[in-house]
């Protein structure tokens, strides 16, 4: 399946920074993703107290919408700006602490406990260090790594969840010869052997 010029396509870290910072952030939904709400029922697996992880998550209100389902959400976010415009945007309170097994980084909890958003980049995160997932909403995440990182962050995510967790996944379906990404395709052939 032909990528086209994407393969050796890469994002910096300083680029997403500067999207939130200018404010470019077109792919924020406010309303949230339509497919969220047509899935929850195969997420959740009529299934409560759940432990969701949301990966690049960004300030997505799903997060929101799953612990007010009584469910704990974990997100990890390279932004600062947008874990903060998160709990902001729902007027949540919060409190911020290092990570002390990742330098830099911080993790933002709801007074709540019930959500917690790392700030790093998401391949600093291990088991070891925010556990395991009954389930992950991958709305944005795996379309906006870098080409050249899907095998490393597949790997990751293969490795955060439990062996009966629900794994929701939205990519986009375009000509990548005519569009440089991100969103970056990912044919379908690619998904699966990602991921089995």
């Known amino acids: 399946s032909d990528v086209g010029s994407q393969k050796e396509r890469v994002v910096t870290e300083e680029e997403w920074l500067q999207k939130w910072e200018m404010g470019n952030i077109g792919f924020h939904l406010e309303e949230g ?3 969220f709400q047509k899935y929850l029922d195969v997420l959740l697996n009529g299934r409560s107290g759940l432990r969701i992880f949301f990966p690049l998550c960004g300030k997505a209100v799903e997060m929101k919408w799953l612990a007010d389902m009584g469910h704990s959400v974990v997100g990890v976010e390279i932004s600062e700006q947008a874990v903060k415009e ?3 945007d729902h007027s949540l309170p919060y409190c911020e602490e290092p990570v002390h097994e ?9 007074t709540s406990g019930n959500i917690s958003l790392y700030c790093c980049s998401i391949y600093d ?7 395991k997932f009954d389930g992950v909403w991958d ?3 795996l379309v906006a790594v870098n080409p050249c990182d899907r095998q490393r962050y597949a790997s990751l995510m293969i ?3 439990e ?13 990548p010869n005519k569009y440089k990404g991100p969103p970056f395709y990912v044919p379908e052939s690619e998904i699966k052997s990602l991921f089995g």
């Open 86 to 88: 998160f709990f902001s």
């Open 163 to 175: 062996k009966n967790s629900s794994y929701l996944l939205v990519t986009v379906s375009y000509d």
């Open 125 to 131: 995160l291990s088991s070891s260090i925010v556990g």
């Open 102 to 110: 990742i330098s830099g980084a911080k993790m933002f909890q709801s």
């Open 159 to 161: 490795n955060l969840v």
């Open 139 to 141: 709305r944005g995440a």
């Open 33 to 35: 993703h339509p497919l």
